[in-house]
């Protein structure tokens, strides 16, 4: 049978750890991830073509214009996109794919495919949520303060969501999700054609 790949989309406050969780989930091999396109300045670690594509303002603008992004957003006075040619190309092929994005694009791509499946991350509590944060160090104090506020905004898109998990250990987080996909997999929505399984066989 040859299945399209399943769309999971994750999002989640700034602070709220998915950026770990869903890299746990790409070592698995199971899911392949979208690396996103941005116009965000690159943080010390991030490498071009491995956390995001940076581009400038133009550049993005160029592509969106060209229809090149499946959806886009701005984010705290930066632009970010998923590149539409990957995300196509591996779920023809079957590939589950990853997206981690905010809540404005997550709703878009939802709208594209009704069949995504929308995972809203959150930590145990807003404490954690702004120590992670500042623990983190990659933001100024200012755009800490934005992205607490922004990350209050998105709480409110949650009844938008189909699953939420709550991140109490990354570990249990990803294995949330991965229940939550495999049992997506099984839905008979997702598997019509099973009947083709039997053709031919002498029942
Ligand atoms: P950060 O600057 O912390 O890497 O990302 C800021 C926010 O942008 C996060 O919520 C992240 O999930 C989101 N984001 C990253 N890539 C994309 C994308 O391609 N599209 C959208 N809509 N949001 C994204």
Redesign the pocket.
């Known amino acids: 049978m040859n299945k399209e790949g399943i769309l999971v989309i994750i ?1 989640g406050p ?1 602070g709220s750890g ?1 950026g770990t969780v869903v890299s746990e989930l790409v070592k698995t091999d199971s899911f392949l991830l979208s690396i ?3 116009t ?1 300045s690159p943080r010390a670690y991030e490498k071009n073509g491995e956390h995001y594509y940076f581009y400038t303002k133009e550049e993005f603008e160029y592509m969106r214009e060209h229809g090149q992004l499946l ?3 701005e ?1 705290c006075d930066n632009y ?3 590149p539409r040619i990957y995300v196509e190309k591996q779920l023809k092929q079957g590939k589950n794919i990853i997206l ?3 809540v ?2 997550a709703l878009q791509v939802k709208k594209l495919y009704p069949e995504s499946i929308l995972v809203f991350l959150i930590p145990p509590n807003l404490e954690e949520l702004g120590r992670r944060l500042i623990n983190r160090g990659t933001e100024d104090k200012e755009t800490i303060n934005k992205r607490i506020h922004r990350a209050l905004e998105e709480m409110e898109y949650i009844p938008q969501y189909d699953y939420i998990v709550i991140n109490e250990t990354v570990e249990k987080a990803k294995k949330d999700i991965e229940t939550i996909v495999a049992a997506e997999t099984m839905k008979c929505s997702r598997n019509k054609k099973i009947k083709e399984i039997f053709k031919g066989e002498n029942v």
């Open positions: 999002s700034s998915k996103s396109a941005t965000r959806e886009w957003a984010f970010y996109g998923t981690e994005i905010e404005q694009g």
